[in-house]
Nanobody
């Protein structure tokens, strides 16, 4: 499985960005996907995840601002990020794995496949 993340950039606080993660090398509809982020000096944290069934889960810090979705026809997941704040600044990674259960959707250890990061910088 290969994952290609894109869409990061520099945006002012209050602005929006949409990240994309293109999936290849497997049966996309059978994989759960997730976005994680890591800021300098901080641990990697879960942002959002979408189970292979289509259910989603979000970190409390992004609920109501971020929306994760997928397009099965395009083998792509998206992270729409609105009302961005400087604390959202981080390197964002997409991840994928088959066979994930709901209780592990936010755990980095549950994901076997990772894309390269895409940088999101929010200026104040």
């Amino acid at each position: 499985v290969q994952l290609q993340a894109s869409g990061g950039g520099l945006v002012q606080a209050g602005g929006s960005l949409r990240l994309s993660c293109a999936f290849s090398g497997g049966t996309f509809s059978r994989y759960s996907m997730a976005w994680f982020r890591q800021a300098p000096g901080k641990e990697r944290e879960s942002v959002a995840a979408i189970k292979w069934t289509g259910s989603t889960i979000y970190a409390d810090s992004v609920k109501g601002r971020f929306t994760m979705s997928r397009d099965i026809a395009k083998n792509t997941v998206y992270l729409q990020m609105n009302s961005l704040i400087p604390e959202d600044t981080a390197l964002y990674y997409c991840a994928a794995s088959a066979g994930i259960i709901t209780s592990t959707m936010t755990s980095a250890q549950a994901y076997a496949n990772w894309g390269q990061g895409t940088q999101v910088t929010v200026s104040s």
